[in-house]
């Protein structure tokens, strides 16, 4: 990825609102065993979010869990690890999502970070 590390630890803390989460709702107390909540809007449909923080390595890993309803994790607490490894002027992101009760469900988060991670680049170099 083209942003600094320090961008993308933050974006994956204290800084959902604007790429990812709707502005106004997000709780976020990035510390281990620390709550995080906020919204999205997805096809029309808000999409609550729910995790809390377990692992932070500033700039350097970030590690939660992950729950959301019926068309997200189906009410699994599954858990999403953010690697971050500076490269040259930008990062090496390696995401992880795991924990989900069925693969298709993971398949399908797996080929949407994808996508979300290109916009996240995007929003951060512009």
């Given at each position: 990825?083209?942003?600094?590390?320090?961008?993308?630890?933050?974006?994956?803390t204290?800084g959902?609102?604007?790429?990812?989460?709707?502005?106004?709702?997000l709780?976020a107390?990035?510390?281990?065993?620390?709550?995080?909540?906020?919204?999205?809007?997805?096809?029309?449909?808000?999409?609550?979010?729910?995790?809390?923080?377990?692992?932070?390595?500033?700039n350097?890993?970030?590690?939660?869990?992950?729950?959301?309803?019926?068309?997200?994790?189906?009410?699994?607490?599954t858990?999403?690890?953010?690697d971050?490894?500076?490269h040259?002027?930008?990062?090496?992101?390696?995401?992880?999502?795991?924990g989900?009760?069925?693969?298709?469900?993971?398949?399908?988060h797996g080929?949407?970070w994808?996508?979300?991670?290109?916009?996240?680049?995007?929003?951060?170099t512009a």
């Amino acid at each position: 990825m083209r942003a600094r590390p320090e961008a993308i630890y933050k974006s994956f803390t204290t800084g959902w609102e604007g790429w990812f989460a709707l502005p106004g709702g997000l709780i976020a107390k990035p510390v281990p065993q620390g709550q995080l909540f906020f919204v999205v809007e997805h096809e029309g449909k808000r999409h609550p979010h729910y995790g809390r923080f377990l692992t932070l390595e500033p700039n350097r890993k970030v590690e939660l869990t992950w729950l959301t309803g019926k068309s997200g994790t189906q009410g699994a607490e599954t858990v999403l690890s953010v690697d971050i490894e500076p490269h040259g002027d930008g990062c090496t992101v390696t995401l992880r999502h795991r924990g989900f009760y069925d693969q298709d469900r993971a398949d399908g988060h797996g080929k949407s970070w994808e996508q979300i991670l290109a916009n996240l680049d995007a929003r951060l170099t512009a």
